[in-house]
């Protein structure tokens, strides 16, 4: 057996820690033995329809009360789990359903587990010869034991943040999620009889799969679960949870922090107590140390500790994790010369008073976590020296041999086991990391690097520009005269009068912070700028709104 599933198994008989649902209606506490129970009952379901071990599963469900359970089910038949992309109202359901049957074709699946509230994509996936099994029916199964599992048996195919157009999954192991498990926990020193779990993530997305389901189902945290819809619905759900469950970590991407300083902003004094929080992760997309530092001010009213309010980096291709700073240590800047940063990739510190050139505010994102090694490389992957930007590489256990595409499997580690992650960054004298953005997205301008979040950041900061939807655009990519623009969402891009100011504000902010002038700005309607599964806002398909 291997130690993921033989340690989540151990644990459901021993721990009476476990999972809540179904806040703020209907709230279910369900213990990981309760659990276990259910998926032994599923996994004889699954058994029934002929899955067994090395077969890929793909899961499409919006509750974690049913996802928990399935998921386990999956595992103790020796087959892996794919957490399947979930249509929301605005999805065309047929461009949709072949783009699911694209990734179920890529991954071999040989079924799909199917629950509450799609079960409406059973006619569609069935018409095109999709083996379909309900929760709703695996729950009323024969309870069987599981099958034994190695540690290099794949549990978790997740698909990657980008278009299912052209799909591939991040091939997860039992060892990488056993590895990975050890080192978040270990780093954030967690203690399993007193850390409780806040999340409102996508459990389609690797922080929220991983992070916050697999994890504790496999050591034994408590964690209280609601939806993404619950959460966008009233933001200020994640804060009163927090409240009432005495929550002590929790994670969001940044723009999900934006909207929870608005909501704290305008709550009464003593509405909220958020004193028991120690871990406010802030990841999955660029972080904003100006809206970290915006949450800290509006939740000082209710005892928020601002040491508890930390940037950290992770990837699916590390399982989940790769750096998290030390507990209590909060958010820590780097503040460095942007002149030297964009014309010679150096990261030279300065002064926080100095007036005398421009500089960057970069938040580092503490130390790489237990068995994982980093460097920085030039463009002909030669180590570079401390503080120098280039791409970021990473190697260890918890790193992913490759990924699941259309064209086959593709590894993705070198042959010295290096991964390269794609984005540039460089470490500090005292080992933290800090990620400048992604290589594919920098803006090359009269010889200077310039990074799209540097850009959107400003874009933000003009009223009237959603929180969090503000995207910098690479015009003539490669060209002598490469180029961008910015597209933002508004409330108000249905009033010629504000998209003008907008349009004007913006020029002026970017140029005022930049130095450099967007060719065009395109301000558009809310939900109109495309994203990827975990929310984050996709570049380079926001390009064709400026046709």
């Known amino acids: 057996m291997s130690r993921f599933t033989e340690e989540m198994y151990a644990t459901a008989g021993s721990s009476d820690r476990g999972l809540i649902t179904g ?52 595992w103790m038949r020796g087959a892996s789990v ?21 990734v179920l074709s890529m991954i071999e699946a040989r079924a ?24 709703d029916e695996l729950r009323t199964g024969d309870e069987i034991d599981p099958l034994p599992t190695g540690e290099d048996d794949i549990a978790l195919q997740q698909l990657t943040s980008g278009s299912t157009g052209s799909p591939k999954a991040v091939r997860i192991t039992h060892e990488n999620f056993y590895v990975n498990a050890y080192a978040m926990f270990d780093r954030v020193k967690f203690q399993l009889d007193d850390d409780v779990m806040i999340s409102w993530l996508p459990l389609f997305h690797d922080m929220g799969m991983v992070g916050f389901l697999s994890v504790p189902m496999h050591l034994g945290a408590e964690v209280v679960c609601i939806t993404p819809l619950d959460f966008l619905k009233r933001p200020l759900l994640w804060a009163e949870l927090i409240d009432k469950y005495r929550g002590t970590v929790t994670a969001a991407p940044n723009f999900a922090y934006s909207l929870l300083a608005r909501r704290l902003a305008q709550t009464p004094d003593g509405a909220l107590d958020l004193s028991s929080v120690r871990y406010m992760w802030n990841g999955a997309e660029p972080v904003d140390p100006d809206t970290m530092e915006a949450l800290a001010a509006a939740g000082a009213r209710f005892g928020l500790n601002p040491m508890a ?26 503040i460095i010369d942007a002149g030297l940063l964009e014309a ?30 980093g460097r920085v490389v030039d463009a002909e992957r030669q180590p570079l020296p401390t503080r120098s930007v280039g791409v970021i590489e990473l190697r260890g256990p918890a790193v992913t041999s490759g990924y699941v595409t259309v ?23 005292a080992g933290l990391i800090v990620v400048c953005g992604r ?9 200077r690097n310039i990074y799209p979040t540097d850009i959107e950041r400003a874009a933000m900061r003009v009223p009237g520009v959603r929180p969090g939807n503000a995207v910098a655009v690479r015009l003539d990519a490669g060209d002598k005269r490469e180029s961008f623009a910015v597209v933002v969402e508004s409330n108000d891009h249905e009033n010629p009068d504000e998209v003008k100011r907008i349009e004007r504000e913006i020029v002026h902010a970017v140029f ?36």
């Not at 990739?345 to 976590?369: E, S």
Request: aromatic fraction near 4%.
């Open 23 to 74: 806040e703020p209606d209907a709230p279910t506490r369900s213990t990981w033995g309760e659990i276990h129970g259910i998926a032994r009952r599923m996994a004889g379901g699954l058994a029934a329809a002929g899955i067994g071990p090395g077969d890929a599963v793909g899961v499409l469900a919006g509750m974690p009360v049913d996802i928990a359970p399935a998921c386990q089910a999956v």
């Open 82 to 102: 794919t957490m399947l992309h979930q249509p929301t109202p605005r999805t065309d359901l047929g461009v949709w359903a072949r783009d699911t049957e694209t």
């Open 112 to 135: 799909v587990v199917l629950g509450a509230p799609f079960e409406i994509a059973a006619p569609l996936l069935r018409e095109r010869g999709i083996a379909v099994v309900l929760i």
């Open 309 to 334: 309010l930390t940037p950290v980096y992770g990837m699916a291709e590390t399982t989940l994790a790769v750096s998290v700073p030390d507990p209590g240590h909060g958010q820590v800047l780097d």
């Open 344 to 373: 010679l990739g150096k990261a030279v510190p300065v002064h926080a008073d100095n007036t005398h050139g421009a500089v960057r505010r970069l938040p580092t994102l503490g130390y790489l976590v237990d068995h994982l090694e």
């Open 407 to 429: 064209e086959g499997f593709r590894a993705a580690q070198d042959a010295d086991g290096w991964l390269d992650t794609g984005d540039i960054g460089y470490f500090t004298e």
């Open 439 to 447: 290589i594919k997205d920098v803006i090359i301008m009269a010889g």
């Open 512 to 547: 005022s912070e930049e130095g450099v002038r967007p060719r065009t700005v395109a301000v558009l309607g809310p939900g109109a700028l495309p994203k990827t599964s975990s929310g984050k806002l996709r570049r380079a398909a926001s390009a064709v709104h400026l046709g």
